[in-house]
């Protein structure tokens, strides 16, 4: 394989890329886009070969030996109180193992994640920020798929608009970010080109799916109890029924042309989302099987 300088002057070749989360909706679509231009990357989770537990100073080390390059994903989430302790002190660990570049996955009008991104910024690495709007895979990857399959989207949003970004806009940002050294101490914000309500969300995706989905403004209380009813854990129920409250405000309505400017492409619609993941089946059920 042809060895490639970065930018940074490091071998793209002989990079090996920490993915935190990687087995997660960012993490995976990452790793598999650097697996596909032939670099090493490294999954680090619980239930890899070699356990990485965010909250578990002692798997830091031998998670970190090797690596050039890592991707943050912190767990459960960066507003939440802590959350700047435990990256502070995981990226001082990376730095003093080796790693020279990260890219920390951030979130739009959080305090908690503005300290977290300045502490990584600080750090002696070279550091990426990047700032997400909504991901519109949270209707068809997460917690508001099963509102979509049951043609009921429950949440406390009112008439905010979000400008919903697209997954595979923030991997492809992402790797850019991994790979290429004019991003270095920069903040990318990323959004999609539009900002909608749930309620136009709504009516994106039922002309997607094909039936009638509808959006309910509800109270924070009844958004966390249908979390729990659906099967989440008290905590990560109240823990997101705290950021919906947190940031469903209208502070983050606004969009950006990043994606763009990074990529050169314009960045993916709700629409076109809806229609993709549509087709590839987010949203279809297979009929239970019963017994003869």
């Known amino acids: 394989m042809i060895q490639r300088r970065g930018r940074l002057g490091f071998s793209e070749s002989m990079t090996t890329t920490l993915i935190t ?16 231009r032939h670099l090493a ?43 700047d302790a435990v990256v502070d002190g995981f990226v001082r660990a990376a730095a003093a193992r080796g790693v020279c570049r990260v890219v920390l996955l951030s979130g739009r009008g959080e305090d908690g994640a503005r300290r977290c991104e300045e502490l990584v910024l600080a750090a002696p690495l070279a550091a990426t920020v990047v700032r997400c709007a909504w991901f519109q895979e949270n209707f068809s990857e997460h917690f508001l798929r099963d509102g979509v399959l ?56 039922s002309v997607a799916v094909g039936r009638e989905i509808a959006y309910h403004d509800v109270t924070v209380a009844r958004f966390v109890a249908d979390l729990t009813d659906a099967g989440a854990t008290v905590d990560e129920a109240q823990g997101l029924g ?48 019963g017994r003869r």
């Open 242 to 289: 705290w950021l919906v409250g947190e940031v469903l405000d209208g502070r983050n309505s606004g969009t950006t042309d990043t994606v763009e400017r990074v990529l050169g492409r314009p960045a993916t619609t709700f629409a076109q989302y809806a229609r993709r993941a549509a087709a590839a089946g987010a949203w279809t059920v297979e009929p239970a099987v």
């Open 21 to 36: 989360g990687g087995t997660g909706r960012t993490g995976r679509r990452i790793a598999d886009r650097l697996l596909a």
């Open 41 to 83: 990357v490294r999954v680090a989770s619980r239930s890899a070969r070699v356990p990485f537990d965010w909250h578990d100073e002692r798997t830091w080390a031998a998670t970190l030996d090797g690596c050039s390059a890592a991707y943050l994903c912190y767990s459960p989430d960066l507003a939440l109180p802590g959350a």
């Open 150 to 205: 049951g043609g009921r989207i429950a949440i406390p949003a009112g008439r905010v608009a979000e400008p919903f970004v697209g997954l595979a806009d923030v991997a492809d940002v992402a790797v850019a970010a991994l790979t290429d050294g004019r991003w270095a101490g920069r903040v990318l914000e990323l959004t999609g080109p539009e900002s909608i309500t749930f309620g136009r969300a709504a009516d994106l995706l």
